[in-house]
């Protein structure tokens, strides 16, 4: 699963990478967790947007929000078919945008945290879906990440990792015109183990109440 990750590569930087036409307000996090804001991208008319969404995804069927702590990720072999994913597949799809996340291995003395990103330590896209839920008089919008199996650096770790988007595949993913099931099914694959790097990490980010610099230093 991916339940915690980092974004704290300065705006401008993501701006420009991502092809924002306005920097967005963003102040660097290092520990971002479930039910928190984070940032997306959707596209509208010939340009990407940038928006603030509720991390756990919030089907518009629900009768409390509270049931998207247990939707903060979709899972890929499923997401076309499952109830709650299905519909946001089609027609919401959007990028989560991240310089970086965390996964737990798993040891006789408990679990031990990792940081996982680029080799080029580069900011990059999960692939997202987003909901409108109004059950609340307000209407909130919340974001899932979709997981799949874990390539070869990170299967050592979990076993499995959020779904990253190559660069030339944004567009694609967030083409809603686009109503080819199969394209977008074959775009939810492992992200390549040779790209990116993985070192432990200590116990400072299991807490959400911490997010500073030292929850992504090495051991």
Known sequence: MCGRFTLATAPEIVAEFFEL????????????????????IVQAGSERVFALRRWGLIPPWAKEA??????INARAETVASKP???SAFRTRRC???????????????GKQPHYIRMADEAPFAFA???????????????CT???????????KIHDRMPVILHPQDYDRWLDLQDDDVTKREALLRPYPAERMKAYAVGVRVNSPARDDPQCVAPL
């Open 21 to 40: 036409s306005v920097k967005p307000d963003w102040p660097p996090r290092y520990n971002i967790a479930p039910t928190q804001a984070i940032a997306t």
């Open 66 to 71: 509270s049931i998207g702590a247990r939707m």
């Open 84 to 86: 709650s994913f299905r």
């Open 95 to 109: 990028l989560v945008i991240a310089d970086g996340f965390y996964e737990w291995a798993k040891f006789a003395r």
């Open 128 to 142: 997202g879906l987003w909901e409108r839920w109004d059950g609340c008089g307000n209407a909130v919008e919340s």
């Open 145 to 155: 990440i979709i997981t799949t199996t874990p390539n070869d650096l990170v299967r």
